[in-house]
C-alpha cells in the first residue's frame, strides 16, 4: 500500500477547509440530486422486512432486467449467453473487480495518460504493473502505441470515453481499432463509460461492447453517480463476458456481499426514468461548459486548452515551471479556487490542471473560473 499514490480530491479538500469560501473547481461530481420520483421509492423498500437481508451478489432482478433495456436502446449492447451484468458499488468497484478477476500479481494493464488516478492506483492494490501510453496531442488514443506496449504479461487496454481527466471522446474508427487488437491479442478491453452521456458539439459516445465479436474480451463499466446524481449512493455496473461471472461473484461476494439493497431500489426508479429527468441537467452543464470555454480564452499564450467534447473538464496546459502542486496550492491559498493537479493523473512532466465544472450552477462558477483566470494571469505574470 505505501506503493499506491495517495488520492488527492481529500488533500485538495483539506486545502479547501483551511481556506474558507474557495470554490472548488476540483471535484467531478454533477449539483443535481436523484430523481424525486426515484427518492419516492424509498417506502416501497422500507415496507418489505425481507429487502434489511442479503439479496444477490449480482444484483436484484428488476434492476439487472431494467439495465439490460437501457443497454440495448442507449449502447446497442445485445445481452446473450456470451455476456451478463453485475450491480456494483459505482463504477470504481468494477473496475477492481475486472482487474482482480483477470490478473495475477505480476500483470501489467495498459492505461492512458493522462490516466484517472483511481484505475493507475487499483492496478498498484492488485499487485499488478500499469503500463502507461500516451495519448496524441488532442488527447485522443493511438493504437499502435498501445499495440507496441503489449507484452507476454499484458492483461487489458483501459479505455476512457468521454475520458476524465481531459474531457476527450474517442471516435468510433479508434475503440474499434483497440477492440479489434485486444481480439487478436487475446487480452480485455476494460471501457469505462462513467460519462457516456455527457457529450457536446453534435458528438456520440460509442460502446466497444456493440462492436461485432466483441462479447468473449470486453468488460463495459457503468456508473450512476454523474447521470442520475447518484455519487453518494454507490450504484454502478459492468457487462462482462459470462466467462467471467464466476470469479467477479467471488470478489464481489468478499468485499461488498452484495450492492446496498436501499440504492439498488432508487436506481431501478431513475433508470426507469431514463434520461427524461437528467437532459435538461445536462444542457445547463453544456451551458456552463461555454461560459467557462469563453473566460479561458483570456488565458491564451499561458495556457493550451485541450479539445473537449465530453465530460464535464476541460484540461489545461500550462506554460510555467512552476510545479503544478504548488500552483494549486497557491491558487487555494491567494485566489480561492481550487482545481486539481495534472501530476496525480500521471503527468510528471510540465504543468497540467484539470477543471472540474459539473458541480456548480452558472452564477458560482462564473465566480471561480474567475478568480482561476485573474489567478493564472497573476501567477504566471
Known sequence: MEAVQSPV????????RRHPGTISLGQGVVYYPPPPEAIARLPEFLADPDNHKYKAVQGIAPLLSTIAAKLHTDNRITLNQHNCIVVTAGANMAFMNAILAITSPGDEIIIQTPYYFNHEMAITMASCHPVLVATDQNYQLRPQAIANAITEKTKAVVTISPNNP??????KAALQAV???????????ISDEAYEYFTYNGVKHVS?????QSHSHTISLYSL?????????R??????????LAAVKKIQDTILICPPVVSQYVALAALQMGMSY??????????????ILEALQRLDGLCAIA??????YFWLKVNTSVNPVELVERLIRDHRVAVLPGTTFGMEEGCYLRIAYGALQKETVAEGIERLVQGLQTILS
Open 278 to 291: 437528467t437532459q435538461p441537467h445536462i444542457q445547463a452543464i453544456a451551458t456552463v461548459r461555454q461560459l
Open 225 to 233: 453517480s454523474k447521470t442520475y446524481g447518484f455519487a453518494s449512493w
Open 9 to 16: 480530491i481529500p488533500i485538495v479538500g483539506e486545502l479547501i
Open 179 to 189: 477492440n479489434e487488437l485486444c481480439r487478436e491479442r487475446g487480452i480485455y478491453h
Open 235 to 244: 450504484i454502478g455496473y459492468m457487462v462482462i463476458p459470462q466467462h467471467l
Open 307 to 312: 479539445p473537449a467534447d465530453g465530460a464535464f
Open 208 to 212: 466497444p461492447a456493440a462492436f461485432p
Open 166 to 171: 481531459t474531457g476527450a471522446v474517442y471516435s
